[in-house]
Every structure is written in C-alpha cells, then in structure tokens.
T-cell receptor, first 112, second 114 residues
C-alpha cells in the first residue's frame, strides 16, 4: 500500500482567506487521489477526487496534483467557519484498487 | 443518498469479551470496509470484503475477524477484546472495480474496552 503524509496542523486561517493543505505520497505510480472532510465527531465525507495532473475546481475547493513532485494540494478559497474540520488525503493501494491508504489528516480552524 | 448504518454509536465492553460491530448499507454496494481511527494515526484498514463471504485482510487484522453473509451487512468481530482495541471504528461501502469510486462512511462506533 501507499504511504500518505500530511501536516497534522492545526492550520489556523482568518475567515475569507485561502487555506492551503498538502499531501505527499510515496508511490510515483499513483494516479488518483481523494480528499475527505471530517467534522469533529462525524464520519469522513468525500469533497474532491482528482485523477490527472493539474487543477480541479469544485466551488470554493481546488485540488492541485503534481505527479513529478508526488504531492497533491487542497486549496479552500474564501474560508468560512464551517470549513473548520480535519481534511484527509487518500490514495488507492494500487492502480484501480478500491482499498485506500489515508493520511493522518490536517486540522483546519477558520477564525471568524 | 447512500446510507451506511452502524448498529451502535457508543459501546463499552470488558477485556476478554467477544464483541460484534454491525454495519448495514442500503445501496447494493459490493465493497465494504472496516477501519479504526486513532488520534495521529488516521484511518487504518482492518478488513474489507468485495462480495458475500469474500474478505481480505487490511493493514491491521490481528485480533479481528469479519463476517459477510449478506451483501448489505458486514460485521466486525473482536474475538477477545483487549484495551488496545479501544478506538473509533468506521464502516464504509463503495462500488467495485474502479479507483474513482468514493467510499461512503457510517457514523462510527466509539468502542471502549475496560
């Protein structure tokens, strides 16, 4: 399986700012990546999937994949207090595998 | 919406007991997963199942077993509970085969072993 590393945080940003989260992975062959959001006391929910190099945007969220450097980032624009959560990065064990390796997560706090 | 239901939100058991955690999904997903989540360690896969009666070990299967007799139900069994199995347990389900299929999680069971 893959090793997935994230800074644990906490990452504190003011309301309206951009929160930038990074995730590095060990296997250069990895092709697809997931970002999950987990509110305190709740279960993870998928917020972004990215497959190809470059950026993918969904509302205020942008995922950026850089395969050469083996990292994937998540940007949260116009951060809101409701974005305060732990963000988990996940990578399939193998290409086309449905088993995922999760990072330990980055905790984000948005200050009002 | 996909619904993954775990039978208990909180559970307290004693060392040495046999513990059953139940999970039911309503979306006819082939894949089901059991994870445990501990602070600083993230989600670790215990077991998963890709079909009825089929299972594979994950990262940390020691001390656990699973049962999948029906497609919608996946049970995690702690054969003889120990204090180091105190954790949050999460069940998930997904469609098979393709790596872009999201996993849908239940609300979790916080298990304490005394």
């Amino acid at each position: 399986q893959k090793e997935v590393e994230q800074n644990s945080g906490p990452l504190s940003v003011p309301e309206g700012a951009i929160a930038s989260l990074n995730c590095t992975y060990s296997d250069r062959g990895s092709q697809s990546f997931f970002w999950y959001r987990q509110y305190s006391g709740k279960s993870p929910e998928l917020i972004m999937f990215i497959y190809s190099n470059g950026d993918k945007e969904d509302g205020r969220f942008t995922a950026q994949l850089n395969k050469a450097s083996q990292y994937v980032s998540l940007l949260i624009r116009d951060s809101q207090p409701s974005d305060s959560a732990t963000y988990l990065c996940a990578v399939p064990w193998e290409i086309n595998d449905y088993k995922l390796s999760f990072g330990a997560g980055t905790t984000v706090t948005v200050r009002a | 919406d996909v619904k993954v239901t775990q039978s208990s939100r909180y559970l307290v058991k004693r060392t040495g007991e046999k513990v059953f955690l139940e999970c039911v999904q309503d979306m006819d997903h082939e894949n089901m997963f059991w994870y445990r989540q501990d602070p600083g360690l993230g989600l670790r896969l215990i077991y998963f199942s890709y079909d009825v009666k089929m299972k594979e070990k994950g990262d940390i299967p020691e001390g656990y077993s699973v049962s999948r007799e029906k497609k919608e139900r996946f049970s995690l069994i702690l054969e003889s509970a120990s204090t180091n199995q105190t954790s949050m347990y999460l069940c998930a389900s997904s469609r098979p085969a393709y790596s872009n299929q999201p996993q849908h999680f239940g609300d979790g069971t916080r298990l304490s072993i005394l």
